[in-house]
């Protein structure tokens, strides 16, 4: 056998290696409710804001809580906690993925990705009546 | 209908530069193809007339659609889509050029600009490789003019017109506003540029990342003429600077979009291994690959078919990188990629043009490549730079299996798979940071030895002892380098465990090793002739980088941290350890320790024209034992802050040393109006005679007499009004003296109004309630807003050694050009 043949073997074998290693390390998009089924791991959770109750930051009793409400894709609404500042222009996502695990009727998470509904951009026509 | 306002010329000649692009580049691809396939030279000539011409009038034409483009912007036509989704009459005008290319359309337009000045360039100077090279070159500009069409055929919408006004934009055409001819009068401002990407990285970065995108493309090219044109060797020496030069700009490229996120730092630092990141850093791994696995052929015969392969593979992945950002396939999982367009199947197409027919040549033909018998050497150079391509494209092969994580979710959902297995879609890691690092880290450490050892090693043979002898004082400089950083430097980065810091302390070696190694052979291997030393400049650098990554990295430390509420939780219970705690309030006026630094907020400021707020922090570090102030700084971190709804959008300030940054960033502040209007002092009423006094907690009032001509901010008198303003003074205990008028007038002779009058420093408000004529006294209502707290809260980082990274980065650039100077010299 030629040696680099041998040498293309034993790198095929590490890809396969680092590849099996790798999607241990991979998450599952989960709801509430499944994510509760296996507390203590972590998930990613979509969802969206519930606006109908009030999301919480009160940075001078802690700079470091923000918690607030979260419909997964079944509708099932929970508080969220994440331990950091309130991101900006958190109100105008139009979804949500949450990375984080269930802890009691809690979900907290540790990070946050916000979906805007143009990224970069706000798509939706702006008009005033002012006259310049 | 007409409709009034609208500026359709630049549109519509920006359109017709468009399609005339399109046909150019047709025209130019099949000419070319005929130039290559045709065997009369005579006939052939003339079609590489006609080619060379549609070439050139591509060219042309697609730096006038920019033109067109930039006039709109330039103009602030918001009749245009792309003018209104871009930018605002307050853009600053150097960033419209960021706003140009921010959105899809104009990047697809600064990558044809590229193909086309590089494409003249190659017309000019490739001589017999011209035409099967302009065809690959055609053709790619064909696919990007087609990018810009928007035109339905087949009822398929081909490319996105940047030209498309506003009221034929799918979502609006609908809108009742759309329906009638005078809307212009309706649409004063834009959307304007989002105020991360008004920075000037963002108008530098673009640019030079698709002079890398666009430069991808001639390695490939020149291969694939090989191929095609079965001169398997000679694509090779015109090739070389070609390679160097799509490295050293892709790398800048993708530098430079670090060192926007580092500045920004939105992204946490310079690196978040972001999808999109790591969609261009991907190719720019197998172009390196390549490049090495080239040297190897030109000097020794060998591993000619991995240099196709990886070539080949580079440009692919480029494209690969633009499905990826621009199909918004990466929605879930990027921050920074673009929405879906529409155009998911156009971009997966213009990928499969080139892959599919690059890839089946190379398997067809591969027996007639030409290769060498004997096998390499174990003590060769070539078997090495072999072996580090490999391992690059493992690098590769692992980055591009995790960034597709939604593209697999797509081919499993496709296939039935999913459904057939019952599986849930696959999420990224949920550390995905240290998901890449930890195996990265290895292939840096191997990747770090290997440069450091194999310039020493000879081509086909190298006499044993040799490299020993060579590389015994390098390697005793590197461990001695690497204890005396390892001990003055204290690296514990233990969050990961002792394995992961045992790693660290593995590619502390390498990146030294690959610095000194490099360094001693400009000595003993090219006995110090530095024009021959690009390559060793380039290794130095890129080692350099490789240990500002790991020093900065793992050093990299948050000193806002909030330790009050640390003590609070109790240090040991679960939470604490969720809670990283890296925000910290600061209320105004009162130090807080942090690191080594007292920090202190002292209020924000605002400047007439500049639409960002700037907060005032103050930094001292002062001496443990004396107490005297040694160093002291301010900071101006700054926002743009929507007062609608109190979001920040934060740009940090930093201070930079030699050794070291130190970044603040406001992550939120109290919303003033917000907390005026929820403010429910009552307030207290006084009856007043001139001359009268009333104290406050802060100074008192006196009423000077009564005016009853008065005038003022809120007030503007009308004709039968009766008014009369109560002139007061106001003291305070500071010595200050502020006057203040608050008015109460009847119009209409039965309407009362009462005008309040406020002190904002003080916090009071005065209202002039009533008259009481009988009594020769007025009423006056003052209320003192209860102390209004303001506060910060912030994040301080700071980044050591962050200047080996980027000084390593300019050493790799200028080697990586001495290089190509010397190969184009040589030629």
């Known amino acids: ?132 | 209908m007409k409709f009034v306002g609208e500026h359709l010329l630049p549109g519509q000649l920006g359109h017709f530069f468009a399609i005339l692009a399109f046909v150019a580049s047709m025209v130019a691809t099949v000419a070319y193809y005929n130039v290559v396939k045709g065997k009369e030279p005579l006939i052939r000539d003339s079609w590489k007339r006609l080619a060379r011409w549609s070439f050139i009038i591509q060219s042309a034409a697609v730096i006038g659609v920019f033109t067109c483009l930039y006039f709109i912007l330039y103009n602030h036509y918001f009749e245009y889509k792309y003018a209104w989704r871009n930018t605002s009459r307050d853009l600053p005008i150097q960033y419209l050029l960021s706003s140009l290319w921010s959105d899809q359309e104009g990047s697809f337009l600064l990558w044809s600009i590229w193909n086309s000045i590089l494409g003249i360039f190659l017309i000019r100077t490739s001589k017999n490789w011209e035409a099967p090279v302009m065809t690959i070159f055609s053709l790619a500009q064909l696919i990007m003019a087609s990018m810009l069409l928007g035109i339905f055929i087949l009822g398929y919408k081909v490319g996105s017109n940047p030209f498309m006004l506003l009221r034929e934009a799918p979502e609006n055409q609908l809108a009742p506003i759309f329906q009638t001819a005078d809307y212009m009068q309706h649409i004063h401002d834009g959307n304007g540029l989002n105020v991360t990407l008004q920075n000037y990285w963002m108008v530098i970065h673009p640019p030079v990342l698709f002079l890398g995108f666009a430069s991808m493309i001639i390695p490939f090219a020149f291969a694939f003429a090989g191929l095609w044109t079965k001169d398997y060797t000679g694509w090779v020496k015109p090739v070389q600077p070609w390679g160097l030069f799509a490295i050293m700009m892709l790398g800048t490229g993708i530098m430079m979009g670090a060192a926007w996120a580092y500045e920004s730092l939105n992204f946490g630092g310079y690196w978040a291994w972001d999808p999109v990141e790591n969609a261009s850093l991907v190719p720019w791994l197998t172009m390196v690959a390549g490049v090495h696995t080239l040297l190897a052929y030109k000097a020794t015969g060998h591993s000619l078919k991995s240099t196709f392969f990886f070539f080949f593979i580079s440009y692919v992945l480029i494209l690969y990188s633009s499905f990826l950002t621009k199909s918004g396939v990466l929605g879930d999982t990027s921050v920074h990629s673009f929405t879906d367009m529409g155009m998911s199947a156009q971009l997966l197409i213009s990928m499969l043009v080139f892959t599919v027919p690059a890839i089946a040549l190379l398997i067809v033909r591969r027996k007639e490549i030409p290769s060498v018998k004997k096998e390499e050497n174990s003590y060769s150079r070539e078997f090495w730079l072999f072996v580090g391509s490999l391992i690059l494209l493992i690098a590769a092969i692992q980055i591009t299996f995790t960034t597709s994580i939604p593209v697999w979710n797509k081919l499993l959902s496709l296939t039935g798979l999913k459904s057939a297995f019952n599986m849930n879609d696959i999420a990224p890691p949920s550390d995905s940071i240290f998901h890449y690092n930890k195996i990265q880290i290895w292939i840096a450490i191997v990747l770090g030895v290997l440069t450091a050892i194999v310039q020493f090693m000879r081509y086909k043979d190298t006499p044993r002892g040799e490299i020993t002898k060579k590389l015994l004082v390098p390697t005793i400089v590197t461990i001695l380098l690497t204890a005396l950083v390892a001990w003055k430097g204290t690296i514990t980065y233990d969050k990961y465990g002792a394995g992961f810091l045992t790693a660290i302390y593995l590619m502390l070696f390498a990146s030294i090793y690959a610095i000194v190694g490099n360094f001693f052979y400009i000595f003993s291997g090219l006995k110090g002739k530095l024009k021959n030393a690009g390559a060793s400049v380039a290794h130095i650098g890129f080692g350099m980088v490789l240990l500002g990554v790991l020093i900065s990295s793992a050093k990299m430390e948050v000193i806002s941290l909030d330790r009050m509420k640390m003590l609070g939780d109790g240090i040991f219970t679960k939470e604490s350890k969720q809670n990283p705690r890296e925000n910290i309030m600061l209320p105004k006026d009162v130090p807080v320790e942090m690191g080594d630094y007292h920090v202190t907020y002292t209020g924000d400021s605002v400047a007439q024209g500049d639409p960002k707020t700037y907060y005032v922090v103050h930094y001292e570090k002062k001496d443990k034992q004396t107490g005297k102030a040694l160093e002291r700084f301010t900071l101006y971190p700054d926002a743009f802050v929507n007062k609608k709804e109190n979001a920040l959008s934060s740009n940090p300030a930093s201070r930079h040393y030699l050794t070291k940054d130190i970044f603040t960033y406001v992550s939120a502040a109290p919303n003033r109006d917000e907390a005026a209007q929820a403010d429910t002092t009552p307030y207290v009423t006084h009856e007043m005679k001139q001359g009268d006094s009333v104290f406050f907690s802060k100074g008192f009032i006196v009423l000077k007499g009564l005016n009853t001509k008065p005038e003022s901010r809120n007030y503007i008198p009308q004709n039968g009004d009766l008014a009369v303003g109560a002139e007061l003074e106001v003291y305070t205990q500071t010595d200050d003296h502020f006057k203040l008028q608050p008015i109460y007038f009847i119009r209409d002779s039965s309407y009362q109004y009462s005008v309040e009058d406020t002190l904002a420093p003080l916090g009071l408000n005065v209202r002039f309630s009533k008259i009481m004529p009988a009594e020769n006294k007025i009423e006056l209502k003052v209320k003192e807003a209860a102390g209004f707290n303001d506060y910060i809260v912030m994040k301080a980082l700071i980044f050591p050694y962050i200047n080996v990274l980027w000084l390593g980065i300019i050493i790799t650039v200028i080697g990586t050009a001495m290089s190509i100077y010397q190969k184009v010299r040589r030629r």
Do not use: W
């Open chain 1, 1 to 132: 056998m030629k040696k680099t043949n041998i040498i293309l073997l034993v790198v095929i074998a590490v890809a396969i290696g680092v590849i099996v290693t790798m999607v241990g390390d991979f998450s599952t998009y989960e709801t509430f409710a499944t994510a509760r089924e296996k507390e203590g791991k972590e998930f990613h959770v979509i969802g969206k804001l519930d606006t109908l109750k009030a999301m919480s930051y009160d940075p001078a009793k802690d700079a470091n809580l923000f918690s607030f409400y979260v419909h997964d894709k079944t509708g099932e609404s929970h508080k969220v906690v994440f331990y950091g500042a309130k991101p900006t222009d958190f109100e105008k996502a139009e979804s949500i993925v949450l990375t984080g695990k269930m802890e009691g009727s809690e979900f907290h998470c540790s990070k946050i990705l916000m979906k805007c509904p143009s990224k970069y951009k706000d798509d939706q026509v702006a008009v005033s009546n002012k006259q310049i």
